[in-house]
T-cell receptor, first 115, second 115 residues
Framework: DSGVTQTPKHLITATGQRVTLRCSPR?????VYWYQQSLDQGLQFLIQYYNGEERAKGNILERFSAQQFPDLHSELNLSSLELGDSALYFC??????????????FGEGSWLTVV | AQTVTQSQPEMSVQEAETVTLSCTYDTSESDYYLFWYKQPPSRQMILVIRQEAYKQQNATENRFSVNFQKAAKSFSLKISDSQLGDAAMYFCAYNSGGSNYKLTFGKGTLLTVNP
């Protein structure tokens, strides 16, 4: 158990719909990251938040958005869903920047199936 | 942009034997971090081992060790005394250690352990 909690674990929804994935980081971790794992794209970095502020953005679509709340939990919002958005979405957390030697820990992921 | 290459899509090893998984990366930076993550059938991403580029000594974690060749930009993972539970997808990952944090992953190597 990494200490990173993600809900829901599985989600099936229709095209055009909107879903929210939730993540609670490990106790004491200030950074939250979202990754997408799909068969054709592999593991892709989406976005990072540090203590409530966006820190880095990767290959995140405009239809997707995220935020980190004052209690440090994070949500990833996926809207106007398409079949190609079906993937495993990981949340991960770390204490801070990697220069301080922190390691990033992953949650168990949220399986999203768009039908 | 940094890239991570795992040239072995699949590997197999006999139980109790030793196997080495290859990883090469491309970067122009001198300070960075390298990781190996394991993803078993449960799909959770589990950190196996990490290496700081400024450290010449190869990292070791029990039966797992790395061969870090900075000049060659090579970072291989050696698993000794392989166990059935080692069967998983293994991902090599790179991080530049900057103010933002983005793990760049390779495509992965699927390791099968034969009894």
């Amino acid at each position: 158990d990494s200490g990173v909690t993600q809900t829901p674990k599985h989600l099936i929804t229709a095209t055009g719909q909107r879903v929210t994935l939730r993540c609670s980081p490990r106790s004491g971790d200030l950074s939250v990251y979202w990754y997408q794992q799909s068969l054709d794209q592999g593991l892709q970095f989406l976005i990072q938040y540090y203590n409530g502020e966006e820190r880095a953005k990767g290959n995140i679509l405009e239809r997707f958005s995220a935020q980190q709340f004052p209690d440090l939990h994070s949500e990833l919002n996926l809207s106007s869903l398409e079949l190609g958005d079906s993937a495993l979405y990981f949340c991960a957390s770390s204490v801070g920047a990697v220069r301080s030697g922190n390691t990033i820990y992953f949650g168990e992921g949220s399986w999203l199936t768009v039908v | 942009a940094q890239t991570v290459t795992q040239s072995q899509p699949e590997m197999s090893v006999q139980e109790a034997e030793t196997v080495t998984l290859s990883c090469t990366y491309d970067t122009s930076e001198s300070d960075y971090y390298l990781f190996w993550y394991k993803q078993p059938p449960s799909r959770q991403m589990i950190l196996v081992i990490r290496q700081e580029a400024y450290k010449q000594q190869n990292a070791t974690e029990n039966r797992f060790s790395v061969n870090f060749q900075k000049a060659a930009k090579s970072f291989s993972l050696k698993i000794s005394d392989s166990q059935l539970g080692d069967a998983a997808m293994y991902f090599c990952a790179y991080n530049s250690g900057g103010s933002n944090y983005k793990l760049t992953f390779g495509k992965g190597t699927l390791l099968t352990v034969n009894p």
